[in-house]
């Protein structure tokens, strides 16, 4: 699966008509599928993360989602368990530090302004269409970023950048 095919199928579960998957289970199932890790289309795992974890507001569920496919990514070509933590941490914070700059921060509702706990919030959130949008597009942002991971080339420069890091 290329990383094009990675985002429009991120794309298609998100702004599914039916709603059955949120940002951090479209990101998930996305690059689990990517990755081509076993259960890929179980968005299961992620499910409660969305909308910054139960709709807590906190980190992005685009990011969460995707940190889980990264983990089992990671683990599964890293043998050694700590040494597979710290690559998955590098790799995803990573991913959080480009996200922060583009967007101004990782925080759910700094993102969409929304307290999605409150009475009547996720209602109005909808409404807006903003997930359409703004959330749709960090989604795919974060989905690319991470897809390429999949390929062997990307992988070997993913590592090579993490040991090269200063600590």
């Not at 599914?16 to 990517?34: F, P």
């Not at 989602?65 to 941490?89: N, S, T």
Request: charged letters at 25%.
């Amino acid at each position: 699966m290329t990383e094009a095919d990675a985002v429009e199928h991120a794309r298609r579960l998100f702004l599914d008509e039916g709603h059955a998957h949120g940002c951090a289970e479209a990101a998930y199932v996305a690059l689990a599928t990517a990755y081509g890790l076993d259960g890929a289309g179980d968005s299961a795992p992620a499910m409660a993360l969305n909308g910054g974890v139960a709709y807590g507001g906190g980190t992005c569920g685009a990011i969460t989602g995707a940190a889980l496919a990264v983990g089992r990514l990671v683990a599964g070509r890293i043998d050694d368990h700590r040494e597979a933590k710290r690559v998955a941490r590098e790799i995803v914070a990573g991913v959080m530090d480009e996200f922060a700059r583009e967007h101004g921060a990782v925080e759910c509702r700094a993102l969409i302004g929304y307290d999605l706990r409150a009475p009547g919030q996720h209602d109005a959130f909808i409404a807006s269409g903003l997930w359409r949008d703004r959330c749709m597009r960090q989604i795919e942002e974060t989905v690319g970023r991470l897809a390429p991971l999949a390929g062997d080339d990307a992988w070997v420069e993913a590592l090579r950048e993490i040991d090269e890091a200063p600590p």
